[in-house]
């Protein structure tokens, strides 16, 4: 290192630590010390990817089917995200206006790269997914964070947007159903924020990598589909990791205008260049092929959210908004905050300490007083952990 010169770049000091890696860093230390630790933390579903998705895998490997592809992604997957896309929200894309990324997160992060000039304001309505603001950030943009209320649902209401917007606002986030809180937004919601966005020069960006993972009798929709304008206005983001258990794979696609499609594949070939090819082949027999097992992962994840939903009420003080996709909870257990334990991050210490639960703070999803709570994981494990949980709390 070059002395007097600082190695890290601004830009990346930036970028707050992130608090569930302290969480996750302190639960294997005590697993590696012989301690029963339990999770709740998980960020994927537990089943395993099914067998046709591996043997297209397999296939591809022995076909030779390991080379670069196309930056963007392989046609076939385009014309089979194209036909998903149509049969699943009813709109109509053509190729252009598709790309395949490595997940929905590299299609995030390549899309605002495109989009934002320096200092360009991003609206993401709290609770939030983790790496929303890091990504706004790492292209030189601002996260503008909008807290939404635990009574409405964490839905965003159109009212509580428009005094954020200003001459630098470029987009807003919509993610429904929504990591961390697993609320959806009704269509009327998205009718008023579309009327509003529509006044204003503002991009959409709705990531709706949870839309199959609905809990219950909900329809559910994405903004896109509510009106020429409106699409025209948005990016939709989506992905095979949490649909098809594939979230190893690396797998996910941007769509939306043309011209920044063209674009952010321009970021993709100075970057990752394609996504990986065998992945790619995996991901098209997974949206071409059987779709009955994704029913089936969701009545499995049903069960569980009624059995986390039942004994966290057994908890006192703790309030939790019904999830109604995805597969976690956002309870709010800031009435045992007390001097010693003044956050979420404390509180999720004592609860690993005490407890052996991991779970993740509140405040790595911008909203502290809460944890989140993933239940994709055995109803054994979910009994298990909520009455090690209580048991803590009646301690303190
Ligand atoms: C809300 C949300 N969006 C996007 C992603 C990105 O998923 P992937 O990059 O695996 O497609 C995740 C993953 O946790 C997520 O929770």
Redesign the pocket.
Known sequence: MCQGKEIIAERIKAIPPSPTLTITAKAKALRAAGEDVISLAA?EPDFDTPDHIKKAAIDAIHSGFTKYTEVGGIPELKEAVAQYIKMEYGLSYTLDEIMISC????A?YNLFQVILEPGDEVIIPAPY?VSYPPIVILSGGRPIIVKTREEDGFRLRAEDIKPYIGPKTKAIII?SPS?PTGSIYAKEDLLKIAELIIGYNIHIIS?D??HKIILDDIEWCCIASLGKEVKKRTFI?N?A?KTYAM?GW?I?YLIGNKNVIKAATRVQSQSTSNPNSIAQKAALAALTGPQDFVRGFVEVFKKRRDLLMENLAKIPGVSCFRPQGTFYAFPRFSSYFNKKIKDSLKFTEYLLEEAKVAVVPGIAFGSDGFVRLSFATSLDTIEEGLFRIKKALDKL
């Open positions: 960020g997940g929905g997160k590299q995030l997914w993610n990591n990531d990598v949870y983001i992905s990791s979230t690396r996910g």
